[in-house]
């Protein structure tokens, strides 16, 4: 359907609901509803019938080539007038494009009806992925036309959350405990018990706590994986290859609270990428161990080393003088010794 915004009313400006909505225009009602072929689109970029992402195609198809994506959502993916068969193949549309550039983030609503798997204990994400989150329940937002609160699914409201989070601190920030502006309401309440049971399974639940002054939150920052390394959004995505590798340590550290100066590129690493939280000078545990012996040596003591036996250890050879009293490693009682 195409839509055309039509010219506002002349006239003296007044301080009314109804001239601060702006009519739509040119519409077809004949015009089909988008089919799935639509969302997975094409790189047809010779048929002039059919409205170009830049120049470079339609749907998910032509989104691959725009590197500015970070977040992939479709509202029909919760649709209620969508059917269950479609909705469960737009949302693996954007699952997939995903996990196949590796540089964005789906952000999947549950349907109007799951509550009822809720109710059941069957409730579970529909993916097992950690390229996108399921969010629930849905949302209620005042809509200005009918002036009354109408439910809609929250993933459009989530990914406003996320990119606000992402400009003000950061995609090491998780994406939780943050007000959802514009919400109203929640289709139905979250208790703490839920939360207990959705948030495990990797469900992200919308919580109210207006009765405390702090509004309706989002309450969960996992993704829909069952990879408990993988379970956080805000370890997924920071480490997504788009960036370069000193930004993605540096991203890391942050994450961890490590200064920035400390993180190095130290060589013998595996892949020769920078070590996160590794300070100036450190070095890995060859260059230690061979850092101890040289100490030692000027010292002049020397570090007893591990026999064939299975860690027996060997006098110092002949010449080098034995180890000071005070080195000798002192016998702390076990745990089952009575004091």
Known sequence: MRLVVSNAPTGPATPSLDNA????AGGDATDPKPELDDYKGDLDLHNDQLPEL??????????????????????????????????????????TSCEQ?????????????????????????????TYAGFYYPWIKVYDPYSRDDVPLPPSGHVAGLM???????????????????????????????????????????IRDFRADGRGLRLWGARTMTSDPEWKYIDRVRPAQPDRPADVQAALRAHARRVPAEAVVRAPGGRGGGPRVGQREGSGDRRDGRRRRAEEQAQAGVAEPREGAQGG?????????????????RRRWPSSTTRR
């Open 312 to 328: 027996d250890r060997q006098p110092p050879g002949e010449g080098t003088p034995r180890r000071p009293a005070s080195w000798r």
């Open 54 to 95: 830049f120049g470079q195609g339609r749907g998910l198809k032509a989104m691959e080539s725009v590197d500015q994506v970070s977040l992939l959502l479709a509202p029909d993916q919760a649709h209620p007038n969508t059917s269950e068969s479609d909705r469960e193949s737009i949302g693996s549309f954007l699952v």
């Open 101 to 129: 550039l590796k540089d964005r983030f789906a952000v999947l609503s549950a349907d109007r009806d799951f509550f009822k798997k809720v109710e059941s204990g069957k409730a579970r994400p529909p993916f097992d992925t």
């Open 21 to 24: 909505l702006v009519a739509l």
């Open 163 to 205: 990119a606000r989070t992402d400009i003000e601190q950061g995609v090491h920030k998780a994406p939780a405990n943050a007000i959802v502006i514009g919400a109203k309401g929640l289709q139905l309440p979250i208790t703490k018990e839920d939360q207990a049971l959705l948030n495990p399974a990797g469900i992200n639940c």
